[in-house]
């Protein structure tokens, strides 16, 4: 890569990071904290908790049209505006309506696609992929960052603190867009309206992508509602309070991502993609059923987290990477966009139908629902071609893209 793409990749990764770390940061806290407030109810938290999701998933692949025609930066910037309302109006809220409206707002500053078309507009089609690779890398660390600071800052500054820090790092992300990422130096802005519908069916037409894309709708479907309901079941295990449940979160995620490296490379290098798939999905639903049936065990509770974040850490690093394999030159970013609208839908349907199972049954309910999508995702992916086929999966060359702006 030149010094130019890596200024450009590292810039925008460090974007998408601090539009991310907000949301991630609230996970830990968000059932036990909006739980208290005005009018809620356990079917109404969970809608609030992914309420962000389908704002998110109804409006990535408009934005990425509005950045062909108004321009990548401008429309960033106005998705991080939004996202800075919705942040303000959560801060504020003392009901759950008015939570529910924030949530709202902050998933409508819909910015990943045009994010990930920024990455494309700066760089070659030779490293697009390690391109792709170190911005999906700052999304898994800005989730192992906020997941442990999450409760540390909760303590301190209240969960009213944290979106109003959410606010402040959208304004921040603003500033680095036009500060310090480059500009292509020839971008056609068109409107290429006219080719969606067919880019999507060919993508939707590709069993070999449906299997990634349905993987992370039914990944954030599971992460999205097992935090309604695990931060209670460790405050039951081990007898802390939740601004001490770093304490667990942070050698528990250390350890997960050790264990995640050599079930890559045995996917990666070792031509195992499927069974290292199926490992991980089983993996997932078998964390879920100890959490269910003995997760006040305090070394039960522990093995299952461990358990969860290591497949989690797995499909998450993996999935984004079938589907470069898979589309074809000419539809990877329909695809990559098809990706993140499902990956935001799983988090709208993960946390509505976690309040509707913790209504129906508490805890309980919350990890029966985690383990039957864990098990219907098994048998959908038991499906999967053999695993060398997405090494192999031909893709038709696209054009290069534009040079890059020396800045």
């Given at each position: 890569?030149?010094?130019?793409?890596?200024?450009?990749?590292?810039?925008?990764?460090?974007?998408?990071?601090?539009?991310?770390?907000?949301?991630?940061?609230?996970?830990?806290?968000?059932?036990?904290?909006?739980?208290?407030?005005?009018?809620?109810?356990?079917?109404?938290?969970?809608?609030?908790?992914?309420?962000?999701?389908?704002?998110?998933?109804?409006?990535?692949?408009?934005?990425?049209?509005?950045?062909?025609?108004?321009?990548?930066?401008?429309?960033?910037?106005?998705?991080?505006?939004?996202?800075?309302?919705?942040?303000?109006?959560?801060?504020?809220?003392?009901?759950?309506?008015?939570?529910?409206?924030?949530?709202?707002?902050?998933?409508?500053?819909?910015?990943?696609?045009?994010?990930?078309?920024?990455?494309?507009?700066?760089?070659?089609?030779?490293?697009?992929?390690?391109?792709?690779?170190?911005?999906?890398?700052?999304?898994?660390?800005?989730?192992?960052?906020?997941?442990?600071?999450?409760?540390?800052?909760?303590?301190?500054?209240?969960?009213?603190?944290?979106?109003?820090?959410?606010?402040?790092?959208?304004?921040?992300?603003?500033?680095?867009?036009?500060?310090?990422?480059?500009?292509?130096?020839?971008?056609?802005?068109?409107?290429?309206?006219?080719?969606?519908?067919?880019?999507?069916?060919?993508?939707?037409?590709?069993?070999?992508?449906?299997?990634?894309?349905?993987?992370?709708?039914?990944?954030?479907?599971?992460?999205?509602?097992?935090?309604?309901?695990?931060?209670f079941t460790l405050s039951q295990a081990f007898g802390l309070q939740s601004e001490s449940h770093?304490?667990?979160?942070?050698?528990?995620?250390?350890?997960?991502?050790?264990?995640?490296?050599?079930?890559?490379?045995?996917?990666?290098?070792?031509?195992?993609?499927?069974?290292?798939?199926?490992?991980?999905?089983?993996?997932?639903?078998?964390?879920?059923?100890?959490?269910?049936?003995?997760?006040?065990?305090?070394?039960?509770?522990?093995?299952?987290?461990?358990?969860?974040?290591?497949?989690?850490n797995i499909m998450e690093a993996s999935l984004p990477s079938l589907v470069t394999k898979a589309?074809?030159?000419?539809?990877?970013?329909?695809?990559?966009?098809?990706?993140?609208?499902?990956?935001?839908?799983?988090?709208?349907?993960?946390?509505?139908?976690?309040?509707?199972?913790?209504?129906?049954?508490?805890?309980?309910?919350?990890?029966?629902?985690?383990?039957?999508?864990?098990?219907?995702?098994?048998?959908?992916?038991?499906?999967?071609?053999?695993?060398?086929?997405?090494?192999?999966?031909?893709?038709?060359?696209?054009?290069?893209?534009?040079?890059?702006?020396?800045?």
């Amino acid at each position: 890569m030149t010094r130019s793409e890596v200024k450009a990749t590292i810039a925008l990764a460090f974007v998408l990071a601090l539009r991310l770390l907000g949301p991630f940061l609230i996970y830990p806290e968000f059932a036990g904290y909006a739980i208290h407030l005005r009018s809620a109810t356990p079917t109404l938290v969970g809608l609030a908790f992914g309420v962000y999701g389908l704002a998110q998933a109804l409006l990535q692949i408009p934005f990425g049209l509005m950045s062909d025609r108004f321009g990548r930066k401008p429309m960033i910037a106005f998705g991080l505006i939004v996202f800075a309302v919705g942040s303000i109006v959560a801060a504020r809220a003392t009901s759950l309506e008015g939570l529910l409206i924030g949530r709202a707002l902050q998933g409508a500053g819909a910015v990943g696609s045009t994010i990930l078309a920024l990455v494309t507009d700066l760089t070659r089609d030779e490293v697009r992929t390690r391109a792709m690779a170190l911005v999906g890398s700052s999304i898994g660390l800005s989730f192992a960052i906020a997941i442990v600071l999450g409760p540390i800052l909760t303590s301190g500054i209240g969960m009213s603190g944290i979106f109003w820090l959410t606010a402040c790092l959208a304004v921040l992300g603003i500033a680095v867009t036009y500060g310090v990422v480059p500009n292509p130096t020839h971008v056609v802005q068109c409107d290429h309206t006219e080719r969606v519908p067919q880019l999507i069916l060919r993508v939707v037409g590709n069993k070999e992508l449906l299997q990634p894309i349905f993987g992370i709708f039914m990944l954030h479907v599971i992460l999205t509602a097992a935090f309604l309901a695990i931060p209670f079941t460790l405050s039951q295990a081990f007898g802390l309070q939740s601004e001490s449940h770093w304490i667990i979160y942070l050698p528990v995620l250390a350890l997960s991502a050790a264990l995640m490296l050599p079930a890559i490379l045995l996917a990666e290098k070792g031509g195992r993609t499927k069974e290292v798939f199926l490992g991980a999905i089983a993996l997932l639903a078998a964390s879920q059923l100890a959490l269910a049936l003995w997760g006040p065990v305090s070394f039960i509770s522990l093995a299952a987290l461990l358990s969860f974040f290591t497949a989690f850490n797995i499909m998450e690093a993996s999935l984004p990477s079938l589907v470069t394999k898979a589309a074809a030159a000419g539809t990877k970013g329909t695809a990559m966009g098809i990706f993140s609208t499902a990956q935001f839908f799983g988090i709208f349907v993960g946390g509505a139908t976690g309040g509707l199972a913790a209504a129906a049954d508490g805890i309980a309910g919350v990890f029966t629902l985690t383990v039957t999508a864990a098990l219907l995702w098994f048998l959908v992916a038991a499906s999967m071609l053999p695993s060398d086929r997405y090494a192999r999966y031909p893709a038709r060359a696209g054009r290069s893209d534009p040079p890059l702006s020396r800045q």
